[in-house]
């Protein structure tokens, strides 16, 4: 099972304000033991909502709008992608995180193509084994 741990923003992460190095080593350290553990697949920070941009789609158009975007801890600031066993094996994983006080952990699971069963037309479930053999093939 894959489970996206989404490191919610709050005013700091927001503002751009870089952690201290105590905490970048201990996230580090903390990387490395879910890369040994064979848990972590992906895991990255994001900037500030400041410099992105959000796309809507209505009436078969988009539209564009740019940052900020508020309420911070609506927002992202980080994720993790782990391969696990269980939702509580993640929540455990999850609960090691070296964090500030106050930061707050979403921990969700990626739908996998056999959770669709039968509504997901063999075509699209064969294209999917592709794309992600192609994916694999290019790390």
Known sequence: M???ILVKADKNTEAGVVPDGKLFV???K???ELVRAGVMQAGEGLQPSAI???I???GGKSTVTDGPFA????LVAGFWIFNVKSREEAIDWARRAPMESGTVLEVRR???AEDFGDALP???RDAEERMRAQLAAKK
């Open 2 to 4: 894959r489970f996206m």
């Open 26 to 28: 201990e996230m580090n």
């Open 30 to 32: 903390y990387n490395e």
């Open 52 to 54: 992105g941009a959000r």
């Open 56 to 58: 809507k789609f209505a």
């Open 71 to 74: 309420p911070a801890e609506e």
């Open 110 to 112: 990626i739908y996998e």
């Open 122 to 124: 063999v075509e699209v």
